[in-house]
């Protein structure tokens, strides 16, 4: 079974920046929650020469949004850059992915040999569409969602793994609860075996 470009683009840009406005979402309410300035947290970077939360979460939308449209051989929607709030961060991410979802499957598939031609600080660059998709366009999404969640978590944000792959904490809320239906000794056996032949009761859901 193949794979279209329409399905290695367009759907997980847009799970990857729901997952993203949600641990925006839990990133607000923590620092409401302990009283915490949200603007330390918005304005937040993992070394001085890094750019803070709320670059690295516009460069992130715009990843997706012009990586999709340039696919699919369109102009990519242009936002001014001035978000300063977590409210700000979400409805910028929340609007990217709402543009996503107007795109078509018949506009990206077939772009795989299609030239696709983007300007950077650098000057103009090109490159054809499935190295574009798998070799910029992915990576840059998923450096700056994963620096976006690297600032808040080192600043205390209680957000795992499960936040960033959401369709993880069904799959591991099922396992506990399967596990807990199980006698005890076939629970232990079902844990997994840790590099020293030991078995571990239960398994973080952001190991």
Do not use: C
């Amino acid at each position: 079974m193949s794979i279209s470009m329409y399905q290695a683009s367009v759907p997980v840009f847009i799970r990857m920046l729901d997952n993203l406005a949600a641990i925006l979402e839990k990133a607000a309410a923590h620092a409401e929650a302990r009283k915490i300035d949200p603007a330390v947290l918005v304005s937040g970077r993992l070394y001085p020469d890094m750019f803070p939360l709320s670059k690295q979460v516009q460069i992130a939308t715009d990843a997706a949004k012009g990586g999709a449209a340039r696919l699919a051989q369109l102009e990519p929607p242009v936002f001014e850059d001035n978000e300063a709030t977590f409210a700000d961060l979400v409805a910028r991410t929340r609007k990217t992915a709402d543009y996503l979802r107007t795109l078509a499957p018949t506009q990206i598939d077939g772009s795989e040999d299609r030239t696709v031609t983007w300007t950077t600080r650098a000057g103009p660059k090109s490159m054809q569409g499935m190295p574009y998709l798998l070799n910029h366009v992915l990576p840059n999404l998923y450096f700056h969602i994963t620096a976006a969640y690297a600032i808040l978590r080192m600043l205390g944000a209680p957000v795992g793994k499960a936040d960033f792959m959401r369709y993880l904490a069904a799959h591991v809320r099922r396992a506990r609860a399967d596990r807990q239906g199980l006698p005890l000794f076939r629970r232990y056996a079902a844990a997994p075996a840790t590099p020293g032949g030991h078995r571990r009761r239960h398994q973080r859901a952001d190991a």
